[in-house]
């Protein structure tokens, strides 16, 4: 980099054109009575830090000693660079540069600091016991919101960057003696492969990495929530922090591991096993009523009580549509009205949904649009796709119902067996990380079963489990491993 | 790039097959009731009601009546004239009238039922004292539709034991299997619907008898499925009926039922002891009588009044040389080589056979009062 002052700041002046928020300011250190400079981003730096942990100590201090650095800083952080790019990047991060007449280094001082959000509550997956904290847009504060339930020297933390410009920076949170480590070679090799200009967001991460892109279903948790995911660090998955992105990736994951949320733990066993439960009719219920419906009335009337086909076909000879095209015409308003609900504001949003709701449904039967049963299919396939409780398989539920009634249009209940025999087929087939995604249930794990449809109690509950394959497979008890790294 | 090529092919192979037979409820009229009967010039007769679901119709059901050689050309000529395409998949009850036993080998006319696999085997079989038609054509202003008041009038009946509930898979087996003859519901109508109690066949077909609801009920304790309740009301011969309302009843209602049937060969003819277990609740006593004190002789008498019941109703099947009940499998059971010489001719055999009743009453509860 040269000696002279001087010419290094003009090579950095060359290298930041156009870049107003770029700052220099002169000083001369007073241990050591040498003309410097420091050389930070303002608007990436906390300017509170600069003036009193390193412009103060640099100007007022005295001698030091010479083996360490020729000044004086209250800054914990600091590092020495020689070469240009190692300078850019540091300024780029948030780094105060200081570069010394007659000396060859460059010293970075760590003062990041940019405008931040507080802690709230998580948006998407909210919880009635469990924390209420959601994650942040800052990594750092990510890491620490996880290591906080965690104090435990074995869980690790890789920092790995990723994107040719963005260089965002990304971390693998996961308990060493744990985790499987072949699964964080897949992980992690995964993530190296990418090559893009910058990662935005966690769920843009998940595309380039996931095994499956032709595939509706979620093959990672993305988790705003700390403690599920700690909860899932102790299970042996590995944990996949995004800088500038509130969502943190877990993986493996396995089918089921949708349908379970941080609150079963939180609640009665009996209680959570019956909510399970609930989930997975409501899963049911979700896919394939619309399509049995259709099947019903138009190919298998035979399986429909008297009584209620006589309402049924009542309230259908009203009707001018086809059943599929009727199922379709409030599917879709249905989806709309979910759609839009997102885009209102909050108190609007809620009185829309239901006035929306209730005056359509009303008004599309006494119009003869849509027959009555049809109504109570679309709500309670509505509220049923609610009840799940991960956003992504809920959205991968939503929009399967479609291909089903199609099928179940052109064949009846057999359609809708065709139809489901596919989804099975494809399910099992599906893998994460490069384990089998049907896990607990096929390859079947008998161990596993214990938090998989129901949940037994916690202490009955005593292996991770397998669909894992941790290292250590007991939990609790003294069986950290003994010393420090591996 | 093969497995995305073969995927899109089997997709689009799905929409080629077609959706031929597929069929929107509202273009469907659901046969509800089925009749079958004999009219004055001995041709068969068909007819059926169906329910009407527009709102510009004014009664709620039509009904067609024709003559035709088969159930399946029948339906051609009812396609020929009803609103939508007829459809037996819903048939709730078929009404047989009482002409159709006169003659043997009617039920080769019910084939379609069975072979037809859109239709079912669930409807109850009736028969009908008088004409199909009458019934068919009978709109009582104070029920609901016709389909559904008959079927909910048999359900009920047969809840209480008043008559059977046969479907025609049921009939099916009673019509083919040799140890046993059939028994089905008999309705007549008259100025209302009423059930008659059960109508017994022959072993061909052609009726034999018909078991009043108090016959049809200690019928229906000896039968294999015994469900529902069994009120009884008995005249209790060991009291007087001098007073003007015949004081000398009794009901009671049998609540846990169980019979043992034995059957054994000996003298050239089968002898059957079958023994009745049945625990009851006094619901109804008109005679003075102290219930605690004479419990059991009480129970004493309302066990030889049953037995004499039981021995009436074996008197009459007997005579009629039938086996409704199932005594057929019995022997075939227990006594093989002598069922096997007189399989074929079995009412007769059983006509000669000796039948014991032994009731055995116990009393659970005598009601609220003494």
């Given at each position: ?7 290094k ?27 410097a ?24 201090e005295?001698?030091?000693n ?23 990047s ?7 540069v ?32 469990g ?5 942040l ?5 990510n890491i ?8 435990d ?5 890789k ?26 070679k ?41 403690d599920?995911?700690?909860s ?21 994951a ?42 019903f ?7 429909i009580?008297m ?45 829309v ?48 119902r ?8 052109m ?76 | ?10 997709v ?12 929107s ?13 004999v ?23 039509e ?6 050689m ?13 609103v ?42 009736v ?23 008959l ?16 479907t ?11 140890g ?23 072993e061909?077909?052609?009726?034999a ?42 009901s ?6 169980s ?41 004493k ?55 014991n ?10 009601g609220?009062?003494?």
């Amino acid at each position: 980099m040269g000696n002279e002052l001087s010419t290094k700041l003009e090579e950095v002046q060359k290298q930041f054109q156009l870049t107003p928020d770029l700052v220099v300011r002169h000083l001369t250190i007073q241990a050591t009575g040498t003309k410097a400079a420091l050389v930070y981003l303002d608007s990436l730096t906390d300017n509170e830090v600069i003036n009193n942990d390193i412009v103060n100590p640099l100007l007022s201090e005295g001698p030091v000693n010479k083996d360490e650095h020729p000044f004086h800083t209250n800054v914990g952080n600091i590092r020495k660079g020689t070469e240009w790019a190692d300078l850019e990047s540091a300024i780029l991060s948030g780094d105060t540069v200081l570069l010394i007449d007659g000396n060859p280094d460059a010293f970075f001082l760590d003062t990041k600091g940019w405008p931040k959000r507080a802690i709230e509550d998580p948006q998407i997956e909210t919880s009635l016991k469990g924390a209420h904290q959601g994650f942040l847009e800052t990594g750092t504060q990510n890491i620490a919101l996880i290591r906080r339930y965690l104090p435990d020297r074995e869980l690790k933390i890789k920092e790995l960057t990723i994107g040719v410009r963005g260089k965002t920076k990304v971390w693998i949170m996961y308990l060493a003696d744990v985790a499987n480590p072949d699964l964080l070679k897949v992980l992690e090799s995964r993530l190296a492969a990418i090559d893009v200009d910058s990662i935005i967001n966690t769920g843009e991460l998940v595309e380039y990495i996931e095994d499956n892109p032709y595939s509706p279903f979620p093959q990672f948790i993305l988790t705003e929530r700390p403690d599920s995911t700690v909860s899932q660090l102790l299970q042996g998955r590995m944990a996949v922090i995004v800088d500038c992105s509130p969502s943190v990736l877990v993986a493996p994951a396995t089918f089921i591991t949708f349908f379970q949320s941080i609150d079963d733990y939180s609640t009665r066993w009996m209680i959570a096993s019956f909510i399970r439960l609930l989930r997975y009719l409501a899963f049911i219920i979700a896919l394939i009523l619309p399509a049995t419906y259709i099947a019903f009335i138009s190919f298998n009337y035979e399986v429909i009580p008297m009584q209620l086909l006589l309402s049924i076909a009542e309230s259908r000879t009203r009707v001018p549509f086809p059943p599929l095209l009727e199922a379709m015409l409030m599917e879709i308003t249905l989806e709309m009205m979910r759609e839009s609900g997102i885009r209102l504001p909050a108190p609007v949003g809620q009185t829309v949904g239901i006035v929306g709701g209730i005056i359509i449904g009303q008004t599309a039967v006494q119009a003869g649009i849509v027959s009555n049963i049809m109504v109570i299919v679309v709500a309670s396939t509505a509220i049923a796709s609610f009840i799940i409780p991960s956003y992504d398989m809920g959205t991968a539920i939503r929009l399967l119902r479609f291909p089903m009634m199609i099928i179940a249009f052109m064949f009846g209940i057999v359609g809708i067996i065709i139809g489901l025999m596919i989804l099975v087929a494809h399910l099992v087939s599906l893998e994460s990380l490069g384990t089998p995604y049907g896990s607990p249930l096929a390859p079947f794990r008998w161990s596993d079963m214990k938090d998989t449809f129901v949940r037994i109690p916690l202490s009955k509950m005593v292996k991770r489990p397998e669909s894992t394959s941790p290292l250590q497979s007991r939990r609790g008890k003294d069986n950290r491993r003994a010393g420090g790294n591996p | 790039m093969k497995r995305t090529l073969c995927c899109t092919v089997l997709v689009l192979m799905l929409f080629l097959t077609g959706c031929t037979d597929r069929l929107s409820v509202e273009n469907v009229t659901f046969i509800l009731l089925v009749g079958i009967d004999v009219d004055e010039e001995d041709h068969v007769v068909y007819s059926l009601s169906s329910p009407v679901f527009s709102k510009e119709a004014k009664k709620k059901e039509e009904e067609l009546e024709v003559r035709a050689m088969t159930m399946r050309n029948a339906r051609e000529n009812f396609d020929r004239s009803v609103v939508a395409s007829t459809l037996g998949g819903k048939v709730q009850v078929i009404l047989l009238g009482k002409r159709i036993f006169e003659h043997k080998d009617w039920f080769q006319l019910m084939d379609v039922f069975y072979r037809d696999n859109k239709d079912t085997v669930l409807p109850t079989v009736v028969l009908v004292d008088g004409k199909v038609s009458d019934l068919i054509n009978f709109a009582p202003k104070d029920k609901p539709r016709l389909s559904t008041y008959l079927t909910e009038l048999l359900r009920t009946s047969h809840k209480r034991n008043i008559t059977v509930n046969t479907t025609i898979q049921e009939l099916h087996r009673q019509m083919y299997d040799k140890g046993i003859t059939p028994s089905i519901s008999e309705v007549r109508k008259d100025k209302n619907l009423l059930v008659m109690g059960t109508a017994l066949l022959k072993e061909d077909g052609r009726y034999a008898l018909m078991l009043d609801p108090l016959a049809n009920k200690l019928f229906s304790t000896l039968r294999e499925h015994r469900s529902g309740e069994f009120p009884i009301t008995l005249t209790m011969p060991s009291h007087n009926e001098d007073s003007f309302y015949k004081l000398n009843k009794l009901s009671i209602t049998a609540t846990d039922i169980s019979t043992k049937t034995k059957v054994k060969y000996e003298d050239n003819k089968f002898r059957y002891d079958i023994k009745v277990n049945m625990r009851v609740t006094l619901s109804e006593r008109l005679y003075p009588i102290n219930l605690d004190k004479n419990a059991k002789k009480i129970e004493k008498e309302i066990g030889e009044e049953l037995e004499a019941q039981y021995k009436l109703l074996f008197n009459k099947i007997q005579t009629a040389k039938i086996d409704p009940i199932g005594l057929g499998l019995y022997a075939r059971a227990k006594e093989y080589k002598q069922w096997k010489k007189v399989q074929d001719n079995w009412g007769e055999a059983l006509s000669k056979a000796e039948v014991n009743v032994k009731v055995k009453i116990r009393i659970m509860s005598v009601g609220s009062i003494n």
